[in-house]
């Protein structure tokens, strides 16, 4: 029998508890694998036999002025929010905001839709919702994803008030016989109800 290849002595053994027992998220496993002269992936697997776990940081709870300000840009890519987020002060990270949206379920209640939802519940194609964007006939706002070029570049977000007001203003533009009629009585009533 071959003697192993990689010793952890008592000493070793402490430092690595202290280290798992205290902080693990910037780098200090690396760090101590080095000074160590051990492979990462050693005391990474000594610390799981030992039943150490790597705590990992937790980001702080929510306040209401996060929520409130993550209700208003849910609507855009997370990239995008967190950028924001940033900007005004809040600082969370990519995960932590797709998180927070689909717990809470803002995404499932924001009021508006994508360009592409548009034109199926209007029974018309893409490019027909693009020609009344940039027209100015219908609003909308770009979500900053990542999207190039080739993949049809960057989304439209159109709100359902902006939707109702098109109709309105631009009836005899609509053709109801191809809009799904549920969709454009909810859409319209809603409004009133508003």
């Known amino acids: 029998m071959k003697p192993a290849k990689y010793v952890i002595t008592p000493e070793a053994h402490e430092q690595i508890r202290r280290v798992y027992q205290s902080d693990t998220g910037a780098g200090q496993v690396r760090d101590l694998a080095r000074r160590l002269h051990l492979p990462r992936w050693k005391v990474s697997r ?100 990542a999207r190039t070029e080739a993949q049809g570049g960057d989304q439209w977000w159109i709100k359902e008030q902006d939707v109702r007001a098109y109709i309105l203003e631009y009836l005899p533009e609509v053709d109801l016989r191809k809009a799904d009629k549920y969709w454009l009585v909810d859409l319209l009533a809603h409004g009133e109800a508003a």
Do not use: F
């Not at 709870?61 to 208003?72: T, V």
């Not at 360009?115 to 919702?129: E, F, M, P, T, Y």
């Open 46 to 145: 000594y610390a799981l036999h030992q039943g150490w776990v790597a705590k990992q940081p937790k980001e702080p709870n929510w306040s209401d002025a996060e929520l409130s300000y993550l209700q208003r840009v849910a609507h855009l890519h997370p990239e995008v929010i967190q950028r924001k987020m940033k900007a005004n002060g809040y600082k969370r990270s990519v995960n932590g905001i797709v998180l927070k949206l689909r717990r809470t379920r803002m995404l499932k209640n924001l009021e508006g839709m994508s360009a592409r939802s548009v034109a199926l519940c209007l029974g018309v194609d893409d490019k027909h919702i693009r020609r009344l964007i940039d027209s100015g006939r219908l609003k909308a706002t770009r979500r900053g994803t």
